[in-house]
């Protein structure tokens, strides 16, 4: 029976669920640090749903939900964008406005962000290379029948080798609008596109014959990569550029080092799977260590994942939304090593020095939110 990889199960284990991390999870959450370093007045936005525009139907429907979560882990400690859930219509927002029961207390957005999936190209490349050998190791006997030969004893071994691999691109399109007006907002727009690689897949197989024995062995693995990861990862993408555009803060130093964690994430998964089978104590260490830096955690660097170090663990997990289970799994891991350490206030000094940049957006902000704010 052909065993799962152990890095497959280090990233999606089996005895429960895990948390949806893609590589700007890091952005979210750098956002929320210039928020907070800035001090941000909150912004109220509410979306219709972000659809599928494109004949494929391989695109989730659950935009929306994911936009949320985008702007929820952006906002943990800064507070500095708050989301109205309902309906999916904003005109159903303002004309409900009066008719709320309790509208003194229910709160039109400011803002409306609309998109949804312009462009899906699930095979923009693909490929395939293989090799194969084939050795005698004994030539037989040629039997003559009078009316045909045949071959006796003929012992040979032969093997192949196949690779294959698909490429593919999403493109996003979402822009933001005022509530008041309901008109887009000129700049405060994003659209990008993101590859990635839609699959992989190794094939091998070897031919033993030795007489008249024959074997045959053959082994494949494949591996299926979701395009909706990649539809997630623009959410988190768009979100962080017209949150940033409209907050006048320097969204672009969240997004810069964005590229490289893949190739971060893909080192730190061996180094995980290496020491969880050899030295798992040393992975409760290094996150004892984390989390006394960070505050959750007052007790002794032993390597013990005691009631202490799970009590830090679900306070830590619970800051970054992740699962507050306690344990100490390969998503907790990671978040420690390459996310933005939540605290409750902002730690990296190096932005401290920068200039808030005067957002054209909040200058013309137009609706009464934008007056109570001014009062």
């Not at 210039?34 to 912004?43: S, Y």
């Not at 229910?106 to 050998?133: A, L």
């Not at 699962?323 to 998503?331: E, F, K, T």
Request: aromatic residues 8%.
């Amino acid at each position: 029976m052909p065993m799962v990889p152990d890095e497959v199960k280090a990233q999606h284990p089996s005895n429960m669920p895990n948390p949806v991390v893609t590589n700007f999870n890091e952005a979210c959450a750098c956002m929320d640090d210039l928020m907070l370093i800035n001090k941000v007045a909150p912004i109220y936005i509410a979306s219709d749903g972000l659809l599928n525009y494109t004949s494929s139907r391989s695109i989730s429907s659950g935009g929306k939900e994911m936009l949320i979560t985008a702007l929820s882990r952006m906002a943990v400690r800064s507070k500095g964008v708050k989301f109205v859930a309902y309906g999916s219509d904003i005109q159903n927002i303002v004309n409900l406005n009066g008719a709320h029961p309790d509208n003194k207390s229910f709160y039109v957005p400011d803002y409306f962000i609309r998109g949804g999936v312009t462009q899906h190209i699930k095979n923009i490349w693909s490929g395939q290379e293989g090799d194969g050998t084939s050795v005698s190791i004994d030539n037989g006997d040629l039997i003559n029948h009078n009316t045909f030969y045949s071959i006796i004893g003929a012992e040979d071994v032969s093997g192949s080798n196949s690779n294959s691999a698909s490429y593919g691109t999403v493109t996003l399109d979402m822009s933001a609008g005022f509530v008041s007006n309901l008109q887009i907002i000129p700049g405060a727009s994003s659209a990008n596109t993101l590859a990635m690689s839609g699959g992989a897949s190794n094939s091998r197989s070897i031919d033993l014959t030795l007489g008249d024995l024959g074997y045959s062995y053959h082994l494949s693995n494949h591996r299926t990569l979701d395009f909706n990861q990649a539809f997630r990862s623009l959410i988190q993408v768009g979100a962080i550029e017209i949150i940033g555009k409209i907050q006048g803060v320097p969204y672009w130093r969240c997004l810069a080092n964005a590229g490289t964690v893949e190739a971060k994430n893909e080192q730190l998964r061996r180094q995980f799977v290496e020491l969880h089978k050899t030295d798992s104590q040393s992975i409760v260490r290094f996150a004892q260590k984390a989390l006394r830096d960070l505050h959750y955690y007052d007790g002794e660097i032993n390597g013990n994942l005691d009631l202490l170090t799970r009590e830090g663990l679900q306070k830590y997990q619970q800051h970054m939304g992740l699962m507050a289970s306690g344990i100490l799994g390969y998503d907790t891991f990671r978040m420690m090593n390459i996310f933005t350490p939540a605290r409750d206030t902002a730690y990296v000094p190096w932005w401290e020095n920068h200039t808030l940049i005067p957002s054209p957006v909040t200058a013309g902000k137009e609706g009464k939110n934008a007056a109570a704010k001014a009062k």
